[in-house]
């Protein structure tokens, strides 16, 4: 798995890898201060110039990063780098339990087309709509793709691809990376939704995220996945299952079952179906019963519904009461909420907050919490960033 080279500390580095290092080490100042100048990457990384004119060089003959010319203060005007960005590199799915989602992204991590539609419970029709989709894109881009990123909610084995089960569709070890690549000839890589999101956190998340070296990621949706990153890296355990924190005991009253049967554990408290279940249990006996989504829940929230309001706070309690736990547990720099919830962020961080404190043992640290910062999408983002943090992990240059 790809590892996120410690920009702070690289610039010690003294190893045969020194070269790779500070490849990416430039390649990342290219993509996140674009236009920038050669003068400027060698003041912030304290590399030498000539290193910097070097790889860049080398950086522009494979065709990652292009030269333009900047705003002229009297004289030749200076030569600013940008990244080829222009065409499309990776395409992702983010397969959802409820819709699935096909984007194409350049190689900063811009999302430039998408489609979107809903996750077919039949696993064959499934495919065929996502192959579909995945191979309009890769026509349509002539020859620029360069893999296929997938993000599912289901255990991946990291080294085969192999998906184990899809529990919310009932779909046994789906052949989803194999069909894909049998479709249209690419690299597929696949892996879990929580991971991926936690992977592009890492990369393309914003300067708070990236500066960080130790972080969990908890997704809330229908259950409760989590990411976990040490060290710049994703921790898998064996055979790829570490982060299934959803199941974590954390009471035994829970207004729900988790997807095992159990009112228990951390996703009977705090998924998005814990929510719509309090929301339910608040509105009885008034207009008979809540059939609606779990955005809709936020955007009546929003808007000042009371009942809502409480859902998701009491919500949110249980979500800081599970994090606290994590940190006892592995004392991350920060733990990171994302999915749907996060639109809630105004009136849920206190209660986040408080939860987590009240979980929390006297003389322990009270946990760091943040909503993610990849936007409305973030397993998407997660599924593209599978394709592209490879690119600029290593650029092998032969
Ligand atoms: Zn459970």
Redesign the pocket.
């Known amino acids: 798995m790809v590892r996120r080279i410690n920009l702070k500390s690289a610039n010690v580095a003294r190893s045969s890898t020194i070269r790779d290092i500070n490849r990416q080490i430039i390649l990342n100042h290219i993509r996140e201060k674009s236009p920038i100048s050669r003068a400027e990457i060698a003041r912030i990384t304290e590399l030498q110039r000539s290193t910097v004119s070097l790889i860049v060089e080398e950086l522009k003959n494979i065709g990652l990063i292009n030269e333009i010319d900047g705003e002229s203060s009297g004289g030749r005007p200076p030569q600013l780098l940008t990244l080829r960005a222009a065409h499309a590199i990776a395409v992702g799915v983010d397969l959802g339990k409820k819709r699935t989602i096909v984007a194409i992204s350049d190689l900063a991590g811009r999302i430039l087309e998408q489609e979107e539609f809903p996750t077919d419970p039949d696993f064959d029709n499934s495919m065929a709509g996502i192959i579909d989709s995945v191979s309009g894109f890769v026509k349509k881009n002539s020859g620029s793709i360069e893999g296929i990123g997938v993000s599912v909610p289901a255990l991946v084995e990291p080294q085969s691809g192999k998906v184990l089960l899809i529990p919310h569709q009932n779909w046994h070890q789906p052949e989803i990376a194999e069909k894909l690549r049998i479709a249209t000839g690419l690299p597929v890589k696949i892996d879990n939704d929580a991971n991926a999101a936690a992977l592009a956190e890492l990369w393309f998340g914003l300067p708070e995220v990236r500066a960080v070296r130790d972080f969990i990621l908890v997704l809330i949706e229908n259950g409760i996945g989590t990411g976990i990153v040490f060290d710049g890296q994703l921790y898998r355990g064996k055979g790829g299952i570490a982060g299934e924190f ?2 974590m005991t954390i009471g035994n009253d829970a207004p729900i079952a ?5 009112r ?2 951390w ?2 408290y705090a998924s998005e179906r814990s929510a719509l279940a309090r929301y339910a249990n608040l509105i009885k006996n008034q207009d008979g019963g809540s059939e609606i989504s779990f955005s809709e829940l936020v955007d009546i929230a929003l808007e000042g519904d009371e009942k809502a309001r409480a859902a998701l706070k009491q919500t949110a309690h249980y979500i800081g009461v599970g994090i606290a736990n994590l940190f006892q547990g592995l004392s991350p720099e920060v733990a990171i909420v994302t999915g749907t919830i996060v639109r809630a962020w105004s009136l849920i961080a206190d209660e986040i907050k408080t939860g987590a404190e009240s979980a929390t043992c006297q003389s322990y640290p009270v946990a760091k919490v943040i909503p993610s910062t990849l936007g409305a999408y973030p397993t998407l983002m997660g599924a593209l960033s599978l394709i592209l943090t490879d690119k600029f992990a290593s650029v092998s240059i032969t």
């Open positions: 959803g199941h988790c997807a095992a049967g159990k228990d554990c996703e009977a």
